[in-house]
């Protein structure tokens, strides 16, 4: 007698937690897309912070602008403050701990754990982004025709789907869940292009050339730390 496929249904407390998810995450979307840059200091201000830290370089806080450092005459402003990343990576870890959710005090954990370890993450995240960003903008680029724009952009898709697939790595190691490339990959391409086509962004060949970019670098990404991981296991044979 063959065994049947019996998927377990969602509780009350699953379906409360991805609701709770979409209000959070629209929530947000709308605060970041109406707030000024002041109005960002929650998650601007620590930003600054750890990059200042990093760097050693003092960024000064300017009204209605942001952090600007007259030392490297960068400015860390509105589009730098990694609330899209925030999203994914909040979305990303409430679906990984979504079994979890099976009381009111397990669907409350999975919601507060999400949101506070995407707040952090979101920070150090960004504020790699921005230290590497530096010292790009630092660097005399003679050897590549890509402007000062798409190496920006190629660098923020790199870091932010690869700080995606770090955190996901994590959370699914302590709690011994099974790893997939498919929920940070989804998430990802959600909040960078699923999202902005609903808000009714218009689909221009600007966009196009932008969305090209962010369908093609993750999954190249995704092969690279496979093919490293396949190398390094072929080469460092298991005891």
Same mark, same amino acid.
């Given at each position: 007698?063959?065994?049947?496929?019996?998927?377990?249904?969602?509780? +009350?407390?699953?379906?409360?937690?991805?609701?709770?998810?979409?209000?959070?995450?629209? =929530? %947000?979307?709308?605060?970041?897309?109406?707030?000024?840059?002041? !109005? %960002?200091?929650?998650? %601007?201000?620590?930003?600054?912070?750890?990059?200042?830290?990093?760097?050693?370089?003092?960024?000064?806080?300017?009204?209605?602008?942001?952090?600007?450092?007259?030392?490297?005459?960068?400015?860390?402003?509105?589009? /730098?403050? =990694?609330?899209?990343?925030?999203?994914?990576?909040?979305?990303?870890?409430?679906?990984?701990?979504?079994?979890?959710?099976?009381?009111?005090?397990?669907?409350?954990?999975?919601?507060?754990?999400?949101?506070? +370890?995407?707040?952090?993450?979101?920070?150090?995240?960004?504020?790699?982004?921005?230290?590497?960003?530096?010292?790009?903008?630092?660097?005399?680029?003679?050897?590549?025709?890509?402007?000062?724009?798409?190496?920006?952009?190629? &660098? =923020?898709?790199?870091?932010?789907?690869?700080?995606?697939?770090?955190?996901?790595?994590?959370?699914?190691?302590?709690?011994?869940? &099974?790893?997939?490339?498919?929920?940070?990959?989804? /998430?990802?391409?959600?909040?960078?292009? *699923?999202?902005?086509?609903?808000? *009714?962004?218009? !689909?221009?060949?600007?966009?196009?050339?932008? +969305?090209?970019?962010?369908?093609?670098?993750?999954? +190249?990404?995704?092969?690279?730390? /496979?093919?490293?991981?396949?190398?390094?296991?072929?080469?460092?044979?298991?005891?």
């Amino acid at each position: 007698m063959k065994a049947k496929l019996r998927l377990r249904p969602a509780t +009350a407390g699953q379906v409360g937690v991805l609701a709770v998810v979409a209000m959070v995450a629209f =929530g %947000l979307k709308r605060h970041y897309a109406d707030a000024t840059t002041d !109005a %960002l200091s929650w998650i %601007l201000t620590p930003t600054a912070h750890v990059v200042g830290l990093v760097t050693g370089v003092a960024f000064a806080a300017v009204p209605g602008e942001g952090y600007f450092s007259a030392e490297r005459m960068f400015l860390i402003e509105k589009a /730098c403050a =990694g609330v899209n990343f925030m999203i994914a990576a909040f979305a990303m870890v409430a679906f990984a701990l979504l079994h979890h959710a099976r009381s009111f005090r397990g669907s409350a954990a999975v919601v507060g754990l999400s949101l506070l +370890a995407s707040y952090v993450a979101a920070i150090v995240v960004n504020a790699v982004r921005i230290v590497i960003a530096m010292w790009l903008a630092a660097q005399p680029m003679l050897w590549t025709t890509l402007t000062s724009a798409d190496i920006h952009r190629l &660098e =923020g898709i790199a870091v932010y789907f690869g700080g995606l697939l770090l955190m996901y790595a994590l959370v699914q190691r302590l709690d011994r869940g &099974e790893f997939t490339y498919a929920l940070p990959l989804g /998430c990802y391409y959600f909040v960078t292009l *699923g999202v902005p086509l609903v808000n *009714g962004t218009r !689909a221009g060949e600007a966009f196009f050339a932008h +969305a090209a970019i962010v369908l093609f670098l993750p999954p +190249a990404l995704i092969l690279f730390v /496979c093919g490293t991981r396949w190398l390094v296991s072929a080469l460092v044979p298991s005891a």
